[in-house]
């Protein structure tokens, strides 16, 4: 495993004031362009420390990684800190006493009073006690449009999802594929997602994902949701993509219109040296119902017997919640901050419009805060067949889906 940077002389005598120069593993799936750079000003700032960021990351998407992290604290084999995103899919690992407590340093820093929505960091803490320190808010509910692909098809850059659509045989007279789709069950299950809000509102949503209402799932407001998502995956049908920063390159390079995808995405435009609003368009909630999903990512710290381990994984923890981490992190991964007491002037069109939205409480929780990663992995495997299989008629994936909310947790 690599460490991501050598430290400089500056900081070196600091080591000579770290008590104990810690090596600590940390796992994450952040392997694209855009994921890197960011990651790397975490390494950065606890290298700075003296201690020492063992870079473990893990490549694939966050399906791969996290049954191999998971089993790794289970079998006795923990990494000293890991990003899962924050919600439900450490509460078995938290349930098993095998998580680190941070409460203390959580109080002592006033984390409930900077983590801003307080779902985030609700979204860590189990039984009264604070196990994972969030660090961003990654929200779904985008699409990237490619300016440069409308142009080459002589059409306006939509500005909603119905522009999107009646502009897609435009795009095809040109062999630009209207959609994008990366071809793996939490990508289709994510696009879902947000067409689910866009075309039947948040308040659909909320009743089916939190409420688990099955009348909601089997109703006609959801069939007109499986219809725009039979419409969406006839526009992606020729994706021929599976990493989802590959999918984004499409858009990029204009070979693809647009691409539905949480807001991960403009870290890869930013280290292709696109502009928001010049050479790129986003649309939050697809422009129609425009609200952010309080998805992203946290860390949690495996429990070691060891007082100096544990003492610099909770700097670690520490760090990363502070302002210039956070500002530094957060632009190049083109995520929000979880903090609301910091100076994002920086940020981009697209984030600026986030955090606007957020600013007016149009916020959802995301799917990792509500579903339990059965249920999830359910729903995921249902639309990897809906859009693969394209003699899956809306009707016959909308009784499965309601069939899945049945037995949901
Ligand atoms: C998500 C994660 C993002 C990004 C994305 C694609 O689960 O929250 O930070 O990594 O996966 O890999």
């Keep these: 495993m690599t460490k991501f940077t050598a430290i400089p002389a500056t900081v070196a ?3 000579a004031s770290t008590a104990y120069a810690a090596d600590l593993e940390v796992t994450h799936w952040w392997t694209s362009g855009g994921e890197a750079a960011a990651v790397a000003e ?3 700032a606890f290298n700075a420390t003296g201690h020492n960021w063992v870079d473990g990351a893990i490549a694939g998407s966050g399906g791969t990684a996290r049954p191999i992290i998971v089993s790794r604290i289970i079998g006795g084999d923990p990494m000293h800190a890991t990003q899962l995103n924050h919600g439900r899919q450490a509460e078995e690992l938290i349930e098993a006493g095998l998580m680190l407590d941070l409460t203390d340093i959580a109080e002592a820093q006033g984390w409930k009073d900077i983590v801003n ?13 604070i196990y994972c320190v969030p660090v961003n808010i990654h929200s779904w509910q985008w699409i990237w449009l490619s300016n440069e692909a409308y142009k ?7 500005s909603n999802w ?9 795009l095809q007279e040109k062999d630009i594929l209207p959609l994008v789709v990366g071809q ?5 299950n994510g696009a879902f997602g947000v067409i689910q809000v866009a075309v039947g509102g948040a308040d659909l949503w909320s009743e089916i994902n939190i409420n688990k209402s099955v009348e909601a799932a089997a109703g006609p407001e959801m069939a007109k949701v499986f219809a725009a998502a039979d419409t969406a995956r006839q526009m992606s049908a020729n994706s021929n993509v599976s990493d989802w920063n590959l999918a984004t390159a499409k858009v990029i390079n204009g070979e693809a219109g647009g691409q539905i995808m949480g807001d991960w995405a403009q870290g890869e435009f930013a280290v292709a040296g696109k502009i928001a609003g010049e050479d790129y368009t986003c649309l939050p909630g697809l422009g129609v119902n425009e609200v952010i999903s309080t998805g992203g990512d946290a860390f949690y710290f ?3 017997d060891d007082p100096e381990i544990t003492a610099a994984q909770k700097e670690l923890a520490s760090i990363m919640i502070s302002k210039e981490a956070q500002v530094a992190f ?4 083109g995520s929000l901050p979880v903090r609301g007491d910091i100076d994002l002037s920086a940020a981009n069109a697209c984030m600026q419009k986030g955090l606007e939205i957020l600013a007016a409480g149009g916020v959802l929780p995301s799917g990792d805060q509500v579903l339990s990663s059965d249920t999830t992995g359910q729903i995921e495997d249902l639309f990897v067949e809906f859009w693969s299989d394209l003699s899956m008629t809306p009707e016959d994936a909308q009784a499965r889906y309601a069939d899945i909310i049945a037995s949901a947790d």
Excluded: H, R, Y
């Excluded at 929505?117 to 009264?128: A, I, K, M, N, V």
């Excluded at 957060?330 to 991964?333: E, F, H, I, T, V």
């Design 42 to 44: 975490f390494a950065n």
């Design 117 to 129: 929505p307080p779902g985030l960091l609700e979204s860590c803490t189990q039984d009264g006690k």
């Design 162 to 170: 119905d522009e999107f659509v009646a502009a897609a045989p435009a």
């Design 13 to 15: 005598m600091c080591i």
């Design 330 to 333: 957060n632009l190049k991964k």
């Design 184 to 188: 793996q069950g939490w990508q289709t």
């Design 152 to 158: 080459k098809a002589g059409v306006d850059v939509p």
């Design 302 to 304: 495996p429990k070691v």
